[in-house]
């Protein structure tokens, strides 16, 4: 969320901001939330002087009695009487004129930043860097569900009759490979620096509306029927929201955290073919990291993130590449994002298997996350990044370490996690 001093004063820049992430249904917005801006501050000086203006004649109302004279007195007990009603009327009106500004500036978009390419879409994202070599092997691969079928390691079918479409029974090898995936991802992190954490997997609504805008909301998240609770879409959510109406001294900065969790998603809308099986789920896990840091820090730890997820990747034989959002793809809190995505073998191309993003200060702004330095106290600025998510890690996974023989090789970094296993056999 943008500082409305900035939209104020900023106009323009808003409007450019706007229009670069193709959302031109936006800019009238801007004028109205300036124009109700100036309704509510010209409401509030007017209920301010009539407060100071209260202190005052009753200050006079006590002198008058003192003096007898009670004529005069009930006068002036009558104009406090009036300005009482007008003071309601404006108290009323501040209300609502913040509420209306609020929900506006909660839906304008974030600043991008300047270094963001202009793109309408995903389909014009940039390619930043490639890491690993891409390999097509001379044997054919299979899609990710009979690899795991082979290994008697998934139940789509007993999953739907459960839960529906979009779950699924993880089983034998496949369910350790799973668990060993994010105990591996979980140790990763931790050796650089990172602090574990479980965290609450449900949230409030206040805490929904602080990390997400409205239209993510509506999409990916799952509601508790008759409570304000949510079922979290990723730890990050969670995890921001641990610092909701916080003042950090500087010297505490930078919280490094990542976490484990189950998240749940909606998935609205229709998906193709390479999404069935567990590419596209309603329930999945995930290792995530987190950053709150100072703002002259963000970028450096954007780099740092994405750089993660890279050498973790890497060091399970899986190649990898970065790709820049551009700024038609960037959700509207977001200043900067990148996907790394993992290359499939079978499909002779990369698919997206996490998303880096610097938030700037717009969930800090939301929910209130501040930071205590030596000139006073400023919004902290948010990162946050996937560090592996299993479901789409194992189709990465199985298609660059399957085996002609469709036996599956498990790198030296993952062996200790699986028991020392160095191969899975299939069974069938």
């Not at 974030?110 to 890491?131: A, M, T, Y």
């Not at 916080?246 to 909606?266: A, G």
């Not at 073919?273 to 995930?286: A, D, L, P, W």
């Not at 960037?330 to 990369?350: F, G, I, N, T």
Request: aromatic share 8%; hydrophobic share 40%; proline share 5%.
């Amino acid at each position: 969320m943008l500082d409305l001093k900035f939209v104020r004063e900023n106009p323009d820049i808003v409007k450019k901001n706007i229009e670069n992430k193709f959302q031109f249904d936006k800019l009238p917005l801007v004028d109205e939330v300036i124009a109700l801006d100036v309704k509510n501050r010209a409401a509030k000086t007017e209920a301010d002087n009539i407060r100071a203006q209260r202190n005052k004649l009753s200050k006079q109302i006590g002198q008058l009695m003192a003096q007898g004279k009670k004529e005069e007195a009930e006068a002036v007990k009558a104009q406090v009487a009036a300005n009482a009603s007008r003071l309601e009327e404006l108290e009323a009106q501040e209300s609502e004129l913040n509420e209306r500004v609020l929900k506006i500036m909660m839906t304008i978009p974030n600043l991008i930043d300047s270094s963001v390419p202009i793109g309408k879409d995903d389909s014009e994202n940039v390619e930043l860097q490639k890491f690993g070599e891409p390999v097509v092997p001379d044997f054919e691969i299979p899609y990710h569900t009979d690899i795991m079928k082979t290994f008697n390691g998934i139940d789509l079918d007993a999953a739907g009759k459960v839960a529906g479409n979009g779950f699924y029974y993880l089983m034998g090898d496949i369910a350790r490979l799973h668990s060993s995936v994010i105990s591996y991802a979980r140790d990763f992190m931790i050796d650089r620096g990172f602090t574990y954490c479980v965290p609450p997997f449900m949230i409030r609504s206040n805490v929904v509306t602080g990390v997400m805008s409205f239209a993510e909301m509506d999409a990916m998240m799952y509601k508790i029927e008759g409570e304000d609770l949510y079922l979290i879409g990723t730890s990050e959510h969670s995890m921001i929201g641990k610092f909701i109406d916080t003042i950090t001294q500087e010297d505490e900065l930078p919280k490094t955290l990542t976490s484990y969790s189950p998240c749940f998603r909606k998935e609205k809308g229709a998906h193709g073919m390479e999404e069935r099986g567990v590419y596209r789920i309603h329930q999945f896990e995930k290792q995530e990291m987190i950053v709150v840091c100072r703002p002259e820090e963000s970028p450096i730890w954007y780099d740092k993130l994405w750089q993660n997820t890279v050498d973790l990747f890497r060091s399970l034989d899986i190649p990898v590449r970065t790709l820049e959002c551009c700024s038609g793809d960037l959700a509207d809190l977001k200043v900067k994002s990148c996907d790394v995505e993992a290359w499939s073998p079978r499909q002779k191309k990369y698919f997206e298997v996490g998303s880096c993003s610097n938030l700037g200060d717009a969930q800090a702004r939301r929910l209130r996350i501040r930071v205590e330095g030596a000139e006073g106290k400023y919004f902290a600025h948010t990162l946050n990044n996937t560090v592996v998510a299993p479901p789409r890690m194992l189709i990465a996974f199985l298609e660059n370490n399957l085996q002609a023989d469709g036996s599956v090789k498990i790198p030296k970094a993952l062996q200790p996690y699986m028991g020392g296993m160095e191969v899975m056999i299939p069974k069938k």
